[in-house]
C-alpha cells in the first residue's frame, strides 16, 4: 500500500469519489476471480456497471456470515501458491472463519494498523508492549506487530496475561504505550497495588484497547474505562476491528468514535430489512473491502450494530467515525419483557466491584424463551457479598439472572476453553 493517511483529511466529496473508483476496481475483480460472488451477481441479474455509486450498493444484496462460512473456499480469489498466511475468526458468534491473505493483503493490514497508531497519537519515538496473542491464526496480534514497525516505533512481544511479567518488562524496557483488553488493564492495575508499584510513575502513558468497549454509545467513559482511569493516568484511544474487513476503526485524541480509513473500507449501518438506517440511528455494519486481494467482501454484515458519526472532527479529519459496538445481532437477550443486549450487560457487571471475573450464559428454557445464568467469581463467598451482588442487577436490570458462584480456577477454563484466544464473556446456548 502506497496511500497516505492524509487521505482521511479531505473533503467528505473528495473522499466519496476515491471510494467510488475504488469500488468499480472491486466488483470488476470479483466478476473475474470471485466464484462466489459470481454466481451471485448472475442469479440476482446484477450488471455490475450499473454500480457507479455507493448507494447504488442497495441493488446487491448482502452477505453473511452464515454464507461466509458454508462457502468459505468459494470466496477465495487467488490460487493457493499466492497465499501467504491464513488466519481465522475468533469464533465468537459461530464456528471460526478462515481468512487468507496474501503478501499484498500482509502489506495492506500492515499499512491500516500503521494508519490507526498514527491516529492514536504514535510515532516512531513510541515504545508498545503488546499484551496480546501473536499465534493461533490471530490477525489482530500479527496486523499490530506490523503496523509498528511500519511506524518505526518499538514493540515488545510479551503476550496475554502475567501481570508479573508484564510490569518486570514495564520497568525493565520502558514502553510508552500498550496494546491490551481493558479488563487486563484492570488485572495490571490491581497487580501493582498489591506489590508496591505506583502505576503513575512508570513510563506507560498511553494504550490501545482492544476486545472491549471502554466508552458508551454518547462516547463518554464506560465503567470498565473509568476504574482504568480513575488509577491509573492514560490515554485511552478505543478500537473496533474484525478478521473478515481486515481494517481497524481505530479513535484519535478527540476520543469522538473510531476513524475509517476510507482508503480501504466502504461503510454501511443498515436496519434489519438492509436498508440504510437514519443519520445517528444505530444499524449494523457492513462493510466492503478495497484493496483486498485473496478474500475481499462486498456488503458483508458484520453483526455488530453501531453508530456513524459523520460531523469534521477536531483532529482535521473528515472521515465517518463508528461508536463503540452497541449490541451484536446474535447476542440479542430477551429475558422476562426486558430486552438486553451483551455489551449493556456487562456495562452494568462493571459497575459492581464484588464481581472480579464473570460470563453471561443464554439458554432456552422449556417454552422456548431466554434463561440467563451469570456464572461469577466475588471478592468473597460471604452471603452479605451475594446478596449485595443479586440487589443490584436486580435494580438495575428489573429481573435478576440465575447466578451461580465459582472459583478463580474454573473461571479460566470457563473463559480459555481449548483453542479460543479471547476469553469467552458471552456463552450462547439457545436452540
Known amino acids: 500500500m502506497n496511500e497516505l493517511p492524509s487521505i482521511s483529511f479531505q473533503k467528505t466529496a473528495q473522499i466519496k469519489s476515491y471510494q467510488e473508483k475504488k469500488l468499480a476496481d472491486l466488483l470488476a475483480y470479483l466478476n473475474t476471480h470471485s466464484a462466489y460472488y459470481k454466481k451471485l451477481f448472475a442469479d440476482h441479474h446484477i450488471d455490475i456497471k450499473n454500480v457507479r455509486t455507493i448507494e447504488d450498493l442497495q441493488h446487491i444484496p448482502p452477505t ?47 499499512y491500516n494498523e500503521y494508519s490507526s ?4 497519537n504514535g510515532s516512531s519515538e513510541d515504545i508498545y508492549q503488546l499484551m496480546l496473542t501473536l499465534d493461533r491464526q490471530f490477525m489482530a496480534g500479527m496486523a499490530y506487530y506490523s503496523g509498528i514497525r511500519k511506524l518505526g516505533a518499538g514493540v515488545v512481544r510479551v503476550g496475554p496475561g502475567v501481570p508479573s511479567l508484564q510490569w518486570e518488562t514495564i520497568e525493565r524496557l ?31 502513558k498511553k494504550a490501545i484497547c482492544i476486545g472491549e468497549n471502554i466508552r458508551t454509545e454518547n462516547l463518554e467513559l464506560n465503567i470498565l474505562g473509568k476504574r482504568i482511569t480513575d488509577k491509573w493516568a492514560l490515554q485511552l484511544f478505543s478500537t473496533y476491528a474484525s478478521t473478515e474487513m481486515q481494517t481497524a476503526f481505530t479513535e484519535c485524541e478527540a476520543g469522538n468514535g473510531g476513524h475509517l480509513n476510507p482508503e480501504l473500507l466502504i461503510v454501511e449501518l443498515l436496519d434489519d ?22 478474500m475481499p467482501l462486498l456488503r458483508y454484515k458484520t453483526g455488530d450494530i453501531c453508530k456513524a ?43 459492581i466491584e464484588a464481581i472480579k471475573e ?11 424463551t431466554d434463561e440467563v445464568t451469570l456464572y461469577v467469581v466475588a471478592e468473597n463467598n460471604r452471603e452479605e457479598t451475594q446478596n449485595k451482588i443479586k440487589a443490584y442487577l ?20 470457563m473463559q480459555f476453553p481449548d483453542g479460543v484466544r479471547k476469553p469467552v464473556k458471552f456463552v450462547d446456548k439457545r436452540k
Do not use: W
Open 117 to 120: 497508531f498514527v491516529c492514536a
Open 273 to 294: 430489512k438492509g436498508r440504510p438506517v437514519a443519520a445517528g440511528e444505530p444499524g449494523e455494519v457492513t462493510i466492503t473491502t478495497l484493496g483486498v486481494e485473496g
Open 358 to 368: 464473570y460470563i453471561v450464559e443464554v439458554s432456552s428454557n422449556e417454552i422456548g
Open 394 to 413: 436486580q435494580a438495575r436490570l428489573r429481573v435478576t439472572p440465575h447466578i451461580k458462584y465459582t472459583d478463580a480456577e474454573a473461571m479460566q477454563q
Open 309 to 351: 458519526y459523520t460531523t469534521a472532527c477536531s483532529c482535521g479529519r473528515n472521515t465517518l467515525r463508528l461508536s463503540p459496538v452497541i449490541g451484536r445481532k446474535k447476542q440479542m437477550i430477551k429475558y422476562k419483557g426486558t430486552t438486553l443486549f451483551a455489551p449493556a450487560l456487562f456495562e452494568i457487571i462493571h459497575r
Open 64 to 110: 453473511e456470515k452464515e454464507q461466509l462460512q458454508l462457502y468459505n473456499k468459494d470466496f477465495l480469489c487467488v490460487p493457493k501458491n499466492k497465499i501467504i498466511e491464513y488466519t481465522a475468526t475468533s469464533g465468537t458468534v459461530g464456528s471460526p472463519v478462515t481468512i487468507a491473505l496474501t503478501e499484498n493483503d500482509l502489506q495492506r493490514l500492515a
Open 174 to 204: 520502558q514502553p510508552s504505550a500498550i496494546v491490551a483488553v481493558p479488563s487486563f488493564i484492570v488485572k495490571l492495575i490491581q497487580y501493582a497495588e498489591a506489590n508496591g508499584i505506583d502505576v503513575n510513575r512508570s513510563s506507560v
